[in-house]
């Protein structure tokens, strides 16, 4: 069956980094666009960064871009998401989504990870 696994969160305070990896399985992985979306308490779930399914083409929320890094490796069926200069307003459980569009309209999300900034 389909599984997006994440790992990588915890607590880092102010400044630091953290590296998210979503191990996929059950699917095709190389032909899904994968994406990283966060929700914080009492927020709606919001897209953080997206890479395309031959990994050439990445886009960035606003508040995101020149401090995270989205990437894939199709031989391992995992993406990443690199976190740099983290904020508190980072703080959020961050999921992994995978998709394909029109006409399969496939969707699979993660179960989360917590990630807390903090000092």
């Known amino acids: 069956q389909v599984q997006l696994v994440e790992s990588g969160g915890g607590l880092v305070q102010p400044g630091g980094s953290l590296r998210l990896s979503c191990a996929a399985s059950g699917f095709t992985f190389s032909i899904y666009a994968m994406s990283w979306y966060r929700q914080a308490p009492g927020k709606e779930r919001e897209l953080v960064a997206v890479v395309a399914s031959a990994g050439g083409s990445t886009n960035y929320a606003d508040s995101v871009k020149g401090r995270f890094t989205i990437s894939r490796d199709n031989a391992k069926n995992t993406v990443y998401l690199q976190m740099n200069s983290l904020k508190p307003g980072d703080t959020a459980v961050y999921y992994c989504?995978?998709?394909?569009?029109?006409?399969?309209?496939?969707?699979?999300w993660g179960q989360g990870t917590q990630v807390t900034v903090s000092s």
């Open positions: 989504n995978a998709r394909r569009g029109s006409p399969w309209n496939l969707d699979y």
